[in-house]
């Protein structure tokens, strides 16, 4: 029979594992390093572990991984006994929130089931991760659950952590807008000092990694929320930050967990288990979002120039060179722009690159009659926050944009056409891609993505993945073959 007890390190503020099986539970619960290599040139007389991992060799761990390691361990065929000691029982719990006699808060509008679903699930675990798609209506669900938990707490204090400072500014309006009042929601950011009297604020993560800011207010903290959740990576500052929080109370949300399991357990050992999920493909069927369809063109070229071939040494040679030809192609950005002159209604183009960027506004300006806009990180909020509107309000308007800055968050209803003019390989960030268009609207019957596959080295090997990734949200698609004249 193994033993395990789990105890808690009140000074570290992490679990503790204490059993002769830590060694083959510490295994399980590792990746392979795969910078090991980068570090090693730049640490001279240091070799640095071959695997990450989510325990300490002294057995700590994030509290509340414990669901998912006592998962692990129930999962193994072997006779097993689990100790939890008073103390971590002490740290994990909180008072109970789920009434069956109080209801649900309503604010503004009926939640949709799911949503009900959501919030209940939050009420009686409360902590978790909530995986909800893009469109999901996150936003109202943060909302619903803020005043439920504040009604049965006592407006107990909040923050809201969001990626950046335009959602900042949109979730507090919506806040608003939903019906809570103006007194008791505050803004912090670079731009505003929160009210100290308000029980809900909204921050983005960069003011918390600011060193100039007095984070004093986190103390008060009983109630934490994350969006976008999967930002929160092992080892970088807004995760040390977090640490600081107390607050029995906390819930991330997203569309989707990490690439690497290692970042995963962090969000799980930082927030709990998932507690409620629900795909895509479900919202569809139900006709809460827009249907969706990819039409990948895959374009092939007679112009090529000679690319660097990769070696053992240089793997990714070649890459730059790819990217280069592929921002200056005159076909390539003419056939962008007579997709955009072809459609009916508004366009986002998503570039990685501000030079793309600026060369298809370029391009776009001199052959199309519609508004043209470009949105990097330059741009001032304020006119960020400007074209949205105006693309809400109005039809054929193109936007083009980075994909840092509009995958994530931003909440355009009239929005029928995305081009991929180049997004690469990243799951979170096609996925969010596609999610800014499946808001209904009521003239959208179908919104319509254009994924321009590359035939090249990368880009096949890109748009591969990009077809895996479809395949697996169960979106429908198409393949055209573009030929170079």
């Keep these: 029979m193994i033993n395990v007890t789990i105890d808690y390190d009140s000074g570290r503020k992490k679990g503790i594992l204490i059993t002769d099986y830590l060694s083959n539970i510490r295994e399980h619960f590792s990746v392979e390093d795969k910078n090991q290599n980068f570090k090693r040139r730049f640490t001279v007389g240091y070799r640095p572990p071959a695997r990450q991992y989510a325990i300490t060799p002294q057995g700590r761990f994030e509290p509340r991984l414990v669901y998912t390691i006592l998962e692990y361990l129930h999962s193994l065929e072997i006779l097993l006994k689990v100790e939890v000691t008073d103390k971590f029982k002490e740290f994990m719990e909180s008072p109970h929130l789920w009434d069956e006699d109080k209801d649900i808060v309503t604010l503004g509008m009926s939640l949709r089931d799911y949503q009900y679903e959501t919030i209940k699930a939050a009420l009686r675990y409360k902590s978790g991760v909530i995986i909800l798609p893009t469109s999901a209506g996150k936003t109202f669900v943060m909302a619903t659950l803020v005043r439920s938990i504040q009604q049965q707490q006592n407006n107990l204090k909040t923050l809201i952590l969001v990626p950046d400072i335009q959602l900042v500014t949109q979730s507090y309006s919506d806040f608003i807008e939903y019906g ?5 929601v505050t803004k912090w950011t670079g731009s505003y000092e929160p009210d100290l009297n ?4 909204i921050a983005n993560i960069q003011i918390l990694q600011s060193e100039k800011q007095d984070l004093s207010l986190l103390k008060d903290i009983k109630l934490l929320i994350i969006d976008e959740v ?4 092992q080892g970088n500052k807004v995760n040390k930050i977090v640490d600081q929080i107390t607050a029995k109370y906390r819930f991330g949300l997203t569309g989707t967990m990490p690439d690497t399991k290692i970042d995963e357990w962090n969000i799980l050992g930082k ?3 998932v507690i409620y999920k629900k795909q895509s493909i479900d919202l569809r069927d139900q006709n809460y979002i827009s249907q969706v369809h990819v039409a990948i063109l895959k374009v092939n070229y007679w112009d090529l120039p000679t690319f660097t071939k990769p070696s053992a040494t240089n793997p990714t040679a070649g890459y730059e060179e790819e990217i280069q030809f592929l921002q200056n192609s005159e076909f ?6 007579k997709i955009v002159n072809g459609v009916d209604k508004n366009t986002l183009i998503m570039v990685d690159r501000i030079i793309h960027g600026e060369i298809l506004l370029s391009t776009l300006t001199k052959n199309t009659k519609k508004k043209v806009y470009f949105v990097h990180g330059d741009i001032e909020i304020e006119e960020r926050e400007n074209i949205r509107r105006l693309m809400e309000e109005e039809n054929d308007v193109i936007c083009v944009a980075i994909s840092k800055i509009f995958s994530t968050g931003i909440n355009i209803k009239n929005l029928h056409n995305i ?3 180049s997004i690469g390989k990243a799951k979170i960030k096609i996925i969010q891609s596609i999610g800014r268009s499946l808001r209904k609207h009521a003239s959208k019957k179908r919104a319509t993505i254009f994924d321009i596959g590359d035939n090249l080295r990368y880009g096949n090997a890109h748009l591969a993945e990009r077809i895996e990734l479809y395949n697996e949200e169960q979106i429908p698609y198409s393949i055209t073959e573009i030929n170079q004249s």
């Design 419 to 421: 081009v991929f003019a």
């Design 198 to 201: 308000a029980s809900i604020v």
């Design 230 to 233: 999967h930002k929160l990576k």
């Design 332 to 337: 390539r950005n003419n056939l962008i722009t």
């Design 180 to 184: 809570i009042p103006e007194n008791e």
């Design 271 to 273: 927030l709990g288990k």
